[in-house]
Nanobody, 115 residues
Framework: QVQLVESGGGLVQPGGSLRLSCSPSRSILEFSAMGWYRQAPGKQRDLVARRTWSDTINYADFVKGRFIISRDTAKNTVYLQMNSLKPEDTAVYFC?????????WGQGTQVTVSS
């Protein structure tokens, strides 16, 4: 079983920054893809950013130029740096990973952007 442990959410003012972290129970190099999704109340869960085994990175249009996905293999952690945050970025953010064709999800971390 794979576990994904997230951290880094919280309350931030518009225009501020936050960094989310995701640490899996297995080496991040084993996963065919790792990334972040988000879900606002009453809305579907949407892809935010994803990095595949071939180092292909995809961003949702609504975060391009503001969010950056990265990883630190030494710390076995994937990050989502979120800059220029807007109130509409408020959501629960989930770490997601694919291993051997199976999907794994973190427990989610709340990000609230409000003045």
């Amino acid at each position: 079983q794979v576990q994904l442990v997230e951290s880094g959410g919280g309350l931030v003012q518009p225009g501020g920054s936050l960094r989310l972290s995701c640490s899996p129970s297995r080496s991040i190099l084993e996963f065919s893809a790792m990334g972040w999704y988000r879900q606002a109340p009453g809305k579907q869960r949407d892809l935010v950013a994803r990095r595949t085994w071939s180092d292909t990175i995809n961003y949702a249009d609504f975060v391009k130029g503001r969010f950056i996905i990265s990883r630190d293999t030494a710390k076995n952690t994937v990050y989502l740096q979120m800059n220029s945050l807007k109130p509409e970025d408020t959501a629960v953010y989930f770490c997601h990973a694919i291993l051997a064709g199976s999907d794994y999800w973190g427990q989610g971390t709340q990000v609230t952007v409000s003045s």
